[in-house]
């Protein structure tokens, strides 16, 4: 078990510009969610994938956010246009494949900073 | 809606001490509960659960009790160490439409000192 990775692990952008991020979660999960962290807070809800099926996206997520999972293994996250208010860290998060199995597992999150 | 209240830190306690991170909850129908672990720039890593009323979850030393008539999911540890210093964020999962998603508590930030 090699646990959910996420890359880059920091990032640092200017105003206007794309960044992607992109999340591996654990090889036999089916679901992967991305939450989003800023200081000194705990981190909220942004999307949710069963496997590359987009079933819920939070009113957090802009029109600027795009996610995806094209073949149902690794998850991309975009921002488009970057603001300053977009600084946080963004965590995905994977989960089993049963109904009822509701544990989810972090990756250790990529940090962006907006100048 | 569904909600987590915790405990505002820092805590700060020698170490040896006795914990207890304070968590309430407001939600509909029968929620998990979790506790995760964030260690300075690092991801959550999950520290114990409990699935139903009177359930306790327990791990490396931690412990909570599920309490379904006071809303509550308290952490402790009996004595604490340098190493568990760290942020701490108790969470509720609830199933909606087929899938369940995390609700965080605005976490609380302990201090050991030796």
């Known amino acids: 078990d090699t646990g959910v990775s996420q890359n880059p692990r920091h990032k640092i952008t200017k105003r206007g510009q794309n960044v992607t991020f992109r999340c591996d979660p654990i090889?036999?999960?089916?679901?992967l969610y991305w939450y989003r962290q800023t200081l000194g807070q705990g981190p909220e809800f942004l999307t949710y994938?069963?496997?590359?099926?987009?079933?819920?996206k939070s009113r957090l997520l802009s029109d600027r956010f795009s996610a995806e999972r094209p073949k149902g293994s690794f998850s991309t996250l975009e921002i488009q246009r970057t603001e300053q208010g977009d600084s946080a860290m963004y965590l995905c998060?994977?989960?089993?494949?049963?109904?009822?199995?509701?544990?989810?597992?972090f990756g250790p999150g990529t940090r962006l900073t907006v100048l | 809606g569904d909600s987590v209240t915790q405990m505002e830190g820092p805590v700060t306690l020698s170490e040896e001490a006795f914990l207890t991170i304070n968590c309430t909850y407001t939600?509909?129908?029968?929620?998990?509960l979790f506790w995760y672990v964030q260690y300075p720039g690092e991801g959550l890593q999950l520290l114990l659960k409990?699935?139903?009323?009177?359930d306790k979850g327990s791990n490396k030393g931690f412990e909570a009790t599920y309490r379904k008539e006071t809303t509550s999911f308290h952490l402790e540890k009996g004595s604490v160490q340098v190493s568990d210093s760290a942020v701490y964020f108790c969470?509720?999962?609830?199933?909606?439409?087929?899938?369940?998603?995390?609700?965080f508590g605005a976490g609380t930030r302990l201090a050991v000192h030796p």
């Open positions: 090889s036999e999960h089916n679901r």
């Open positions: 409990a699935t139903k009323a009177d």
């Open positions: 998060a994977s989960g089993g494949l049963s109904l009822g199995t509701d544990t989810q597992y």
């Open positions: 939600a509909t129908g029968y929620p998990s």
């Open positions: 969470a509720l999962s609830a199933f909606s439409g087929g899938y369940n998603k995390l609700i």
């Open positions: 994938f069963q496997n590359e099926a987009q079933l819920e």
